[in-house]
């Protein structure tokens, strides 16, 4: 039997957001942008959803941990009354996701650095609006179909 291990609950949802790599330091843009999902969020971090993790030489998950300045930035403005918010995280595992035909990946990522609490608080308040329905789509199209 599994023991769950996570430390904050978890909130399923469907979210569009863009994901870029940077630099810590000073921002300069390494690869991207990428787009995803995001398809639950916690207080800690948050499961993608990617189509597509490499642009020329550059791969999303395996670059970024190989290089200790690199960090994603996920960039979520929808819905339009959420707002823009960016958040900065660091890539934690990678998985393939099948479903019929549809090939792409779930990547866990961690926040890079503690959101603010009322910037989450926000965020996660900004995210429950339309999210059972948003959550039931990802729920009714997902199960059972992983690898």
Not at 21 to 40: K, M, N, T, W, Y
Not at 54 to 70: G, I, K, L, Q, Y
Not at 87 to 113: C, N, S, Y
């Amino acid at each position: 039997m599994a023991i769950e291990q996570r430390r904050s609950e978890r909130i399923d949802d469907f979210i569009p957001l863009e994901i870029r790599v940077v630099h810590a330091s000073d921002g300069q843009e390494l690869a991207g942008p990428f787009s995803g999902r995001i398809i639950d969020i916690s207080g800690h971090g948050v499961c993608l959803l990617m189509t597509q993790i490499m642009v020329r030489a550059f791969h999303v998950f395996h670059s970024t941990r190989n290089a200790e300045d690199a960090v994603l930035q996920l960039v979520i403005d929808q819905p339009p009354e959420f707002g823009r918010h960016v958040l900065t995280a660091r890539p934690v595992w990678m998985h393939i996701f099948r479903q019929d035909e549809i090939r792409a990946f779930k990547m866990g990522v961690e926040f890079a650095e503690t959101p603010e609490v009322e910037q989450m608080r926000e965020s996660l308040a900004g995210l429950c609006k339309d999210r059972e329905a948003r959550s039931a789509w990802w729920q009714k199209h997902s199960q059972g179909r992983e690898s």
